[in-house]
């Protein structure tokens, strides 16, 4: 089955950048989009932004112009530049992506256990 696996996490001031990578372990005609999501204490799991295959992104209004998400196809991962981090960025960041589940012989979506990422003020 497919792994995912976040890294790239850690503890900033506001203004601060960090980078987070997601590897998988093998992309498949599944593999149709790559997205980074975010959770905070009590609060539901967010879309931040997502990349497909071909390369069209799409971002959180609230981190547009801040935030970068690239890919290396060769190297089954995505990257997620994050400048000028503000406070309420602070959550744990958790990457989707879309494997074949060879088990039940379907695509479905994959998540890592997360990178948290922790902006003080």
């Known amino acids: 089955q497919m792994q995912v696996a976040e890294s790239g996490g850690g503890s900033v001031q506001t203004g601060g950048s960090l980078r987070l990578s997601c590897v998988a372990s093998?992309?498949?005609?599944?593999?149709?989009?790559t997205a980074w999501y975010r959770q905070s204490p009590g609060e539901e799991r967010q879309f931040v932004s997502g990349?497909?295959?071909?390369?069209?992104?799409n971002y959180k209004d609230s981190v547009k112009g801040r935030f970068t998400i690239s890919q290396d196809n060769a190297k089954n991962t995505v990257y997620l530049q994050m400048n000028n981090l503000e406070p309420e960025d602070t959550a744990m960041y958790y990457c989707?992506?879309?494997?074949?589940?060879?088990?039940?012989?379907?695509?479905?979506?994959?998540w890592g256990q997360g990178t948290q990422v922790t902006v003080s003020s």
């Open positions: 990349i497909t295959i071909d390369g069209n992104t």
């Open positions: 093998e992309y498949t005609y599944c593999t149709i989009e």
């Open positions: 989707k992506v879309g494997g074949y589940d060879y088990e039940l012989n379907t695509c479905r979506d994959y």
